[in-house]
């Protein structure tokens, strides 16, 4: 079955600077789908970010980048700039790939992020 | 474009009585799974319907339930409800059974009391 591990429970920064979340996972496919979710205390499920398995390139949007290492099967968030608005709880979490496996995503414990100004 | 629907926000509920949580997906989307969401267990997947069919479901006992109309609706229902039930209930949709790309709505707080 597979597995994501968040090692970190919470984590801080200050507004401007940079913070990395971790997780990783265990999964026997080759194929799949990594995410980032955010849940602000709205506690709407935010996807930030997503990052197919056969690809090489890690994924950017705007300050969210990932370090997506497939042979470790490591996958953290890179938060850039941070802002007051990035305060919230960040889920990693996989998917199978369509043709593969039972379609449900499958979270980390998540890891909450506070900002400081 | 409306998100994901979820109702109601919140519920309180005592032990034995049953619930129907509902959830109206983004227009044009035609899939929709349901996660269980507590402090102790985190998030859980429970099923995934589209076109009114059930795919997939989750480890959850028979009380735990759900249907999808032809207007791609969704509810779920809990009968005899017990106070582990206690959780927020969050519904995703996204536009095909096999799109990755899932958008969550606000959830249903349940508290079983």
């Known amino acids: 079955a597979q597995t994501v591990t968040q090692s970190q429970p919470e984590m801080s920064v200050q507004e401007a600077e940079t913070v990395t979340l971790s997780c990783t996972y265990d999964t026997s496919e080759s194929d799949y789908y990594l995410f980032w979710y955010k849940q602000p205390p709205s506690r709407q499920m935010i996807l930030v970010i997503r990052q197919e398995a056969y690809k090489q390139q890690n994924a950017t949007e705007n300050r969210f980048s990932v370090n997506f290492q497939k042979a470790a099967k490591s996958f953290s968030l890179k938060i850039s700039d941070s802002q007051l608005g990035d305060a919230a709880m960040y889920f990693c979490?996989?998917?199978?790939?369509?043709?593969?496996?039972?379609?449900?995503?499958?979270f980390g414990t998540g890891t909450r992020l506070l900002v400081s100004p | 474009k409306a998100g994901v629907t979820q109702t109601p926000r919140y519920l309180i509920k005592t032990r034995g009585q049953q619930v129907t949580l509902s959830c109206s997906p983004i227009s044009g989307h035609r899939s929709v799974s349901w996660y269980q969401q507590t402090p102790g267990q985190g998030l859980q997947f429970l099923f995934e319907y589209f076109s009114e069919t059930q795919r997939n479901k989750g480890n959850f006992p028979g009380r735990f339930s759900g249907r999808q109309f032809s207007n791609s609706r969704s509810e779920m229902n809990v009968s005899t409800l017990e106070l582990g039930d206690s959780a927020l209930y969050l519904c995703?949709?996204?536009?095909?059974?096999?799109?990755?790309?899932?958008?969550f709505g606000s959830g249903t707080q349940l508290s079983v009391l």
């Open positions: 979490a996989y998917r199978p790939h369509m043709n593969t496996g039972f379609q449900k995503l499958v």
């Open positions: 995703a949709s996204s536009l095909t059974a096999d799109n990755e790309k899932l958008f």
